[in-house]
């Protein structure tokens, strides 16, 4: 990979107007493509397939004219007294007209409703005293009707008397005449009785019906009073929610749509009215771009202007990082006409391809300064900084992505989408770093140099490193004091409770907060998360169906923490009962998240009812569960992928260990950190935070992905250090303080820069994405100046050489994955003119320091050495027995005045090190990871590896 990127980097240099125009083409491309195919972004967190959303698909099968989404509306006057009616007029007149835009499927006039609802009370009210006193007049109805029975009974009795006497009398047989004068009589008796009969089926009718109707109004009256707690109108008549109802779902409505109800609204609203707009309505797209973010980029550009000394050095990676993030984004955005993509998607693009845009690019760009200042050839120097700088960051680069890209694996689809969104603007900052900044650094030339700084170029420059390792009291001290100051501050998160921004969470001067906080204080907390309750039963009769919906009206209003319960609807089959739930507390509140659990604990309810809960709140708790439950694969897959990465990497086990530890420490203080300030409030007035709730819900997920990624960044630019001073012969503990030494500058630069790109966002109007911004933010900087400075090099102090322990077996099985890439350096060496001074020593530690100090000393001039090969290492062996069968320029190491006179055209067979000769005597002197002893009086030396033996080399002759 190192001598590919060199290729790469060399070819970008010599090639630099072409790859500028390929950008410039591939940006033009990609910007083409989101205006061609760029669709609709979401403001809403859906997961498909949880219980919520099951019911909201089923509601919107049963009650497809109900299935759009919908927006409030909140109309107030502005003196605080109540409406007009001229106002309420007005405002319906408004309602209509809205109502007739594209899109938009109806509105709902809330003072019609308020009457409406006003109405069916007195309906209710008129109709129960009809009743009673169809009632009253059935009862005296029955009366007289009974008083005439008495009488034709008695009529009846008297006749059937009379007649049996008769009969007596005439001996059995009554006259002709006489008969038909009984008979006449029995007949009008009986006719009488008929009418009494029909009476009495008229009255036990009409008695029947009233009972019926009874039954309904009670029903209907016992429906009212579960949805007393629900009011469109307040009860001062000085505020008034209207609903707007789209044609479209609730994710699928355009902002155009949306934009345009504002605006109608806003435009034609009455005087002496003023309205806000709920969240469904008003939360636009999120900046890409705005104020805060142009201060973190400020801020990242004066580190770099401080780091580098010229304005041109500190806008390179500027350039590289805005070109990437014009590319990956709206690559990403293209992608938005044929997938689900959340509004925050390509903000998180922007913010990941401008940290890690500017950082890349400077790791390259700081290399290649520091080797023509060491006065190696423009294009060689690009090169080798591409092969070994540029190599460093793919790989780390990679680890992002790899992290990111296994967000995937939650089975999540928008967290999937942002962690691809992310890789994307990754790969497109990595790929920029090792094609389009070489080629800037080619035709910037020698200016990415400060002029003073061109003037010294090949002069040796004194760099002091530490000569003593850190004090293991120290050590103790650092580490001690890091891990309690991290516990303390990671203990909030103990607390921390997962959910999604509501109207609260917004800005204080935003519509949406105002829409909040005014349906809170004139109608409860509660009418901002509604619930929607549906229950899917036998299918039911007409008859049935009020009955039930009282029944299970009422379950659902003896449970904890319900305000009201209104029935929205049945579906055409009664099959599908529809009610609206209104809770006592706000969507976020942990009342309102209970009270979902406990509506899902009801089912089923007798009669084999089921009941499924809808809703912000329900789908708050569907989203956190998820995510809950996806957490800890995900963690196990990031944790055991950086253990992997580090074994690879450090040849170690104890070092990939304490890098896991480290990161799981910082992210824990990360969500620590998060918690008292999002969800306690402390230091809210410095981030915006007015009304705190729960965390954002795929925060902690996010967080883990990308801070994986840049914590193994950092850990990377440091530990390499402290193994290269290892390998090079520094003792253990020494070797700590000076791969601390070399890589701190860079680092603390790096980790600056992305804590002020990360720091930006968070001002953003967004509550989502001032969260994510602190959180990247606090936890680069915990990672990297606590865990990455101070905690790791003190436990590296304390382990010593068993830092580096690796079993043998394992040693020899692990590819040689040469991050730095050494290698190339040893295929491609060059002269440098720096001398590195150490100070001053009475008694060497060690002979390897000794003879380095001596060597240093005596002003010797070395760069890193080229293929020595150590016995034990049979890779290293076949290395650089394939460089020995090449010509090539090979390494001189030499005390000769001018070194540059010295070359060698060819490594000799068999040969590893070819050493110039010095004038007299035997001078050990060390070179890289080597100790050799130049013997001028014979022509060799002796070079002794750091894994043990020793490789004889023959100076040239």
Known sequence: MAELLYRLGRFSARRAWAVLISWIVILGISVGAFLAFGGTLSSAVTIPGTPTAKVTDQLSESFPSASGGTGAMVFHTKDGDAFTES?????????????????????????????????????????KAQVDAGRTQLTDGQAQLDAGQQQLTAAQTQLSAALAQAQQAAGGTLPAAAQAQFDTQQAAITQQQAALDAQQTTITDNLATLDEQSTKLELSSQLLDLSSGIRTVSTDDTTAVANVVFEERQQEVTPETKQSVIDQVSDDVPSGVEVEFSNELAQSLPQLFGVGEAIGLIIAAITLLVMLGTVIAASLPLVSAIVGVGVGVTASLAMSGVVDMLSITPVLGVMLGLAV??????????????????????????????????????FAGSTVLVALLALNVTGIPFLGMMGTVG???????????????????????????????????????????????????????????????????????????????????EAVDSTQYKSYTLIEDKFGAGVNGPLLVATLPDAATDDEVLEEQVRIGQKIADVQDVKAVAPVGASDDNSVLAFQVIPEEGPNAVSTEQLVRD?????????????????????????????????????????????????????????????????????????????????????????????????????????????????????????????????????????????LHAGRTVVVAAAIIMISVFGGFIFSHSAMIRSIGFGLAFGVLVDAFVVRMLLIPAIMHLLGTSAWWIPKWLDRILPNVDVEGAALERSHPHHTGSVTTAPQQDTPRSAVDGAETAALGAGVTAATAAHVASPSSELTRREAAAAAERPHPAHVLTTDPDPGEQQVSRVEPGLDVIVHPASAGVQRVAVGAYVIAVDADNGTAVVEPPAGGVVIVRAPR
């Open 87 to 127: 106002q309420k007029t007005a405002i319906g007149e408004l309602l209509d007209e809205t109502a007739d835009l594209k899109g938009v499927d109806s509105t709902v006039n809330p003072f019609e409703t308020q009457e409406t609802i006003a109405d069916q009370a007195k309906q209710i009210s008129d109709g």
């Open 599 to 739: 509506l899902r604990d009801l089912s089923p309810l007798s009669g084999d009812v089921d009941l499924g809960v809808a809703g912000s709140a329900s789908g708050n708790i569907d989203v956190s569960k998820q995510l809950s439950d996806a957490l800890p694969l995900y963690l196990a897959l990031v944790v055991g992928l950086s253990l992997i990465i580090m074994i690879l990497v450090f040849r170690s086990i104890l070092v990939p260990v304490t890098a896991t530890l480290g990161f799981m420490l910082s992210l824990a203080a990360t969500f620590g950190g998060i918690t008292a300030i999002f969800q306690w409030g402390w230091l809210g007035p410095v981030f915006g935070v007015h009304d705190p709730g729960p965390i954002l819900s795929f925060l902690p997920t996010i967080l883990i992905g990308i801070l994986f990624g840049l914590a193994m960044d950092y850990q990377l630019f440091l530990v390499s250090g402290m193994r290269e001073a290892y390998a090079h012969g520094a003792p253990a503990r020494l070797a700590v303080r000076r791969g």
């Open 357 to 394: 845009g500017i950082d890349y690019s400077l790791f390259i760009l700081n290399r290649h300064r520091k080797q023509l200042l060491d006065g190696v050839d423009l294009h060689e120097s690009i090169g080798l900084a591409n092969g070994t700088s540029g190599n460093a960051v793919v």
């Open 423 to 505: 890789a994307i603007c990754v790969a497109v900052a990595i790929l920029l770093a090792v094609t389009l900044t070489p080629a800037l650094l080619s035709l910037l030339g020698l200016r990415i140099l400060s002029r003073k700084a061109r003037a010294s170029i090949g002069t040796p420059r004194p760099d002091a490193v530490p000569t003593k390792p850190m004090g293991t009291i120290r050590a103790i001290g650092t580490l001690v004091a890091g891990l309690v100051v991290l516990g303390v501050v990671a203990l909030p998160a103990l607390d921390m409770r997962l959910g999604l921004p509501d109207g609260s969470s």
